[in-house]
């Protein structure tokens, strides 16, 4: 079959025969991949940086898809840790870790869209005890997950969202999906580094930040929230996600004594498989339901490498 094959964690994948992978388990089918999203987390595996990656070659990239079985149903599937992942014309899918997709849904925007919104959909219904009525903060709103998490904290009904980032453009697009207000953040674009902007009096009563960005921008908006509450006693659960601005942040040891400031990280291994399978029915119906906005860019896999090069908002679906 053809595939995406990284052969040095050095350069992309190349459009190249691989062996067709064999199921070995009682629940494991053989699917014909549909779509696959290039999520970032795929580019690390890829590279061989993730903290799951165990540094084996070849390897085909690809950590979930849409993909039809032998018995003709269209199923959504997360892949274990594995060389033989979803960029590929056929993988091996574990069963119970997949989900029939029901007829409505468009393979592309599930594809595009189940990685970037279960960050959040997780976050916030396994990580903290969220209520409807609740203030959200989005720390890196303008990429294709910071963008979900505007529109799940709407749909689980936020009343507040603020929606934080340095691309103006983006940012101004946001209220649409939801954000009751956006914060411009500031720096540095040489070194990337982008400040706390004008979060402090937006964010003051605030009950839970979702972070995608970590970095100087952590440091900076942890003690612009904590400097501008009103009650300090009021908690506050930052859950951390990505880290696209770096990955360690300083946290001054008063934001942590002066206020009820809990921070938590969401993703696999703090969330366990059992907890992230029970939550894909639901986040699946709604992406079906056209709850969301999805932006994806479907791209044929032979061209792997020029979308491997491409950057951009889109998030890029291989389609075998
Ligand atoms: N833990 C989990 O469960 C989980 C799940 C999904 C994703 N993630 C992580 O979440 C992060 C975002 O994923 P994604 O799918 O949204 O990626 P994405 O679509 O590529 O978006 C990344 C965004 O980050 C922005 N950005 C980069 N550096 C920045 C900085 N220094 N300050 C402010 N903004 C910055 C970029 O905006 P510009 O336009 O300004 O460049 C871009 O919009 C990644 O680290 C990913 O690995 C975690």
Known sequence: MKAAVVTSFGRAPRYQEFPVPTPAGPDDVLVDVIAAGLHPRVRSQATGSHYTSTGELPLVPGIDGVGRGPDGSVRYFVLPDTTTGAMAEQTVVDVRRSIVLPETADPIAVAAAMNPAMSSWIALRRRTTFQAGQNVLVLGA?????????????????????????????????????????????????????????????????????????????????????????????????????????????????????????????????????????????????????????????????DVENAWATSGSQRIVLTP
Do not use: C, K
């Open 142 to 302: 303008t990429g294709n997950a910071g963008q979900m998490a505007v529109q799940i904290a709407h749909r689980l009904g936020a009343a507040q969202i603020i929606a934080a980032g340095r691309n103006g453009e983006r940012l101004a697009a946001l209220p649409a999906l939801g954000a009751t207000d956006t914060v411009l953040l500031g720096g540095d674009s040489e070194s990337g580094d982008s400040e706390s902007g004008d979060l402090g009096s937006a964010t003051a009563e605030v009950d839970v930040v979702i972070d995608y960005l970590w970095g100087r921008p952590a440091t900076a908006a942890i003690t612009a929230l904590v400097t501008a509450r009103a009650d300090r006693g009021r908690p506050l659960t930052w859950i951390q996600i990505g880290s696209v601005a770096g990955p360690t942040a300083e946290i001054p040891s008063a934001a942590l004594r002066a206020a009820r400031l809990q921070v938590v990280g969401s993703g696999q291994g703090s969330v366990g498989a059992r907890e992230i399978l029970a939550e894909l029915p639901s986040l699946v119906a709604e992406i079906a339901d056209g709850t969301f906005v999805v932006d994806a860019r479907p791209t044929p896999l032979a």
